[in-house]
C-alpha cells in the first residue's frame, strides 16, 4: 500500500483528520494532517472539527484526544500501543500518596492513563511541567509516572517534588547513558547535544539543551549542527523542518509501541474505523478538568 494510496482513501473519507506523535515512522508523518508533541496534539486535539480523528501514538495519547472530544470518534490504529511509562502508575498507588501527603497539589504528566488522569489536580508535559508548577501554591507536588521529569522540574522550582513512582521512567530514554553522549561529542566535534527531559538527571546535567520535542523544533535554529538524545525519529522530524542542518540521533533508541502504528493499519482504521477508543464519562469529566486546567496555566 503506498502513501498516496492512502492519502486517496484519506481524501474520499470526508470528516478524517489523522494526527501523529514526532517520534512516529517517516511515513507516517508523511500522511499525518498534524504532527506534533503530547501538548501541542492535546491543543490541536479541542480545535478539530473533523468527526473523526485517527490518532497516530500510543494509548494515552489517544485518550486524552477522546477526553477532550468526547462527542467524536477516536481510532487509535494498534490497540496494543501503549506506553509502559504510563502503566507504571496505578490508581491505588496514586490514592495512597494523596492520603499520605495530604497537603500536596498532583500534577501528572500528560503520560498517564485516563484513570490517573481523574485525580489529578492538573496535567503537565515535558513543555509546561516546570512552569505549571511554579504557579502552584503549594511547595510539595506529587508528580508522575517520571522520576526523570520530577529531577528536572526540582531543580528549576525548588519546590518539594516527591515522584510516585521513585523508579518511574521511559524504557527509551533511560537506555540513552552517559557514555552514549560522550561518544556522540566525540563523533560529531561541532555539534551541541539535545536531550529530553526523560533522560537520566546525569545526561540532562551534560547536554547543552533540555527540552520538550516541540522545544526542541523550535531551539534547533539556534546552532546547524546537534546531537539529540531522544527516540530516533525525531532527528527525521527535525531534518525535515530544518533541511539544511544536520541532525545526529546520540543513539539508535526506538520505541517499539510507537512503531507498531503503520501505514497498512492506517488505512484499515480509514475503511473499517476499528479499535475505537472509549473513556467512560465519570472518569472522562474529571480527567479533563486536570487537563483543562493545564490549559489554563500554560496560556
Known amino acids: 500500500m503506498s502513501l498516496r494510496e492512502v492519502r486517496k482513501l484519506k481524501e474520499k473519507e470526508e470528516g478524517v483528520v489523522i494526527l501523529a506523535h514526532n517520534y512516529q515512522r517517516p511515513e507516517i508523518q508523511r500522511i499525518a494532517d498534524f504532527i506534533g508533541d503530547s501538548l501541542e496534539l492535546s491543543m490541536k ?28 470518534e477516536v481510532l487509535i490504529p494498534d490497540r496494543n500501543a501503549r506506553c509502559p511509562m504510563a502503566s507504571m502508575l496505578s490508581v491505588d498507588l496514586l490514592t495512597e500518596y494523596k492520603k499520605k501527603y495530604s497537603e500536596a497539589e498532583v500534577v501528572l504528566y500528560v503520560n498517564t492513563t485516563a484513570e490517573c488522569k481523574a485525580l489529578a489536580d492538573v496535567i503537565c508535559t515535558s513543555a509546561n511541567a516546570h512552569s505549571i508548577i511554579e504557579k502552584l501554591e503549594s511547595d510539595v507536588i506529587l508528580f508522575g509516572p517520571d522520576a526523570n521529569l520530577a529531577h528536572y522540574v526540582r531543580k528549576r522550582t525548588g519546590k518539594k517534588v516527591i515522584p510516585i513512582p521513585e523508579w518511574g521512567h521511559c524504557p527509551v530514554h533511560v537506555s540513552i547513558g552517559v557514555d552514549d553522549l560522550k561518544r556522540a561529542r566525540n563523533k560529531y566535534p561541532n555539534a551541541r547535544v539535545m536531550a529530553h527531559p526523560e533522560c537520566l538527571p546525569e545526561v540532562q546535567e551534560k547536554a547543552d539543551l533540555v527540552a520538550s520535542t516541540g522545544q526542541m523544533i523550535k531551539k534547533a535554529c539556534s546552532h546547524n549542527e546537534w546531537v539529540v538524545l531522544t527516540e530516533r525519529e525525531m532527528c527525521h522530524r527535525l531534518k525535515t523542518i530544518y533541511p539544511n542542518k544536520k541532525f545526529y540521533p546520540g543513539k539508535d533508541a526506538v520505541c517499539v509501541n510507537m512503531k507498531k502504528i503503520t501505514v497498512e493499519k492506517v488505512k484499515k482504521s480509514l475503511e473499517s474505523h476499528v479499535h475505537e477508543v472509549n473513556v467512560p464519562k465519570d472518569i472522562s469529566k474529571r480527567a479533563r478538568r486536570a487537563i483543562e486546567k493545564m490549559f489554563e496555566l500554560t496560556l
Not at 51 to 67: L, P, S, Y
Open 45 to 72: 486535539a479541542t480545535e478539530i472539527e473533523a468527526e473523526t480523528i485517527v490518532f497516530c501514538g500510543v494509548d494515552f495519547m489517544a485518550e486524552t484526544a477522546k477526553i477532550l472530544n468526547p462527542d467524536k
